[in-house]
């Protein structure tokens, strides 16, 4: 039974796990949630995600939310199949469990809110412009810390792509759609380096390009 995604084509979480099952060569069939109606905050769905969030998956009964849990999912049960995105190796899978703390603790902490700060007048509410640049500030510091482990090394957690690499785009894309350049700018070279490649993966461009059910791959 094809994998069943709950999300939307615009939502950051959504994308993230979509790249996954592109990466990965997972088909699936993605139901629009009506996020505008409020269905997210149903009884019923609020049953499958008691944060009322999107996205969850159903595959086939199983229920799972979160969208690194789902990608992490994804990886685990399909290992050799598609990109290897998750080392074998102890240490290897150590190094992309601290990249996956880092993107947590210091990319989406602060890109998370800039963003959402920054669409509020499009729900019609006020950006809080000094949170804004306090997360800013915070990211620009943070950017540092990348562009250090970039400078010794190709990706997150050494010289193979993996799944924490990725995780990072659908929020760093946003940044760049909403005139926030500070991944490509130049202040940077190894992390503009880095951004560049992996926003440029073919599973991404798929994803940007409109994010839509997946019946199988070549
Ligand atoms: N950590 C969660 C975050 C989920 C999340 O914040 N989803 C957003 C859309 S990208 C949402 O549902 N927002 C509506 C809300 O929080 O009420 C994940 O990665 O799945």
New binding site residues.
Partial sequence: MVLKVYG?TD????Q?LALICHEKRVPFELFVVD?KGGE??SATYVEKQP?????YIDDDGFIL????AICRYICAKYPDQGTPLVPKDPKALALMEQGASIESTNFDFNV?VIVGEKFNPMRGFTTNEALVSERLALLTTRLAGYEAILGKQKYIAGDELTLVDLFHIPYGEFLLRLGVDILVNGSFPNVSRWWKDISSRPTWKKVHAGLVSVQSYD
């Avoid at 944060?51 to 996205?55: E, K, L, S, Y």
């Avoid at 939310?65 to 690194?68: K, M, Q």
């Fill in positions: 939307s939502s950051p979480c959504t993230r996020m997210h905050k944060f009322g969030q999107i996205p939310f979160e969208s690194r998370s």
